[in-house]
């Protein structure tokens, strides 16, 4: 029951997901051929919005559901790791025609084949953990 709030945010944000035509495959395929605003639109309100957000918890003190300070700690900055990390994520997205929230969504939707793009994602992220002191951050 304590975690009722985060799955009704889950499912208000798929419908959301799915009535913006953001898990369409064809809405995906037309930003990678650079045919269409819609994608680009889309990521660009989100990374405002979110740049926006960040700007108000930090000016505010704003506190996480558990009455936590939300702090924020400076990264290294190298654009080589953005640069082959963006690149790995973006052929992830390419190759599977979904990016990590849409693939719940699809298969809510009957696409069952996404569940192996899901393993894999979860799989992906279990041997980040595994080599993650080794990689260079």
Known sequence: M??????????VFGIVMAKAEI?????????FRFESFHMYGIIGS???????AV???????LKDIEG????FNPKN??????????TIFGL????????PG???????YGYLSLLIVIVGAVLGTFIYGLLRNKLPH
Do not use: D, H, N
């Not at 849409?102 to 809510?108: A, H, I, K, R």
């Open 2 to 11: 304590k975690y009722l709030k985060f799955l009704l945010t889950g499912v």
């Open 23 to 31: 898990i369409s495959w064809y809405r995906i395929y037309e930003m």
């Open 46 to 52: 989100a990374v405002i919005l979110g740049a926006l």
């Open 55 to 61: 700007q108000i918890i930090k000016r505010t003190q």
């Open 68 to 71: 936590a300070q939300i702090t």
């Open 77 to 86: 900055r190298s654009i080589i790791r953005y640069l082959v990390g963006g």
């Open 92 to 99: 992830g997205w390419a190759l599977a025609g979904a990016c």
């Open 102 to 108: 849409p693939m719940f969504v699809l298969v809510g």
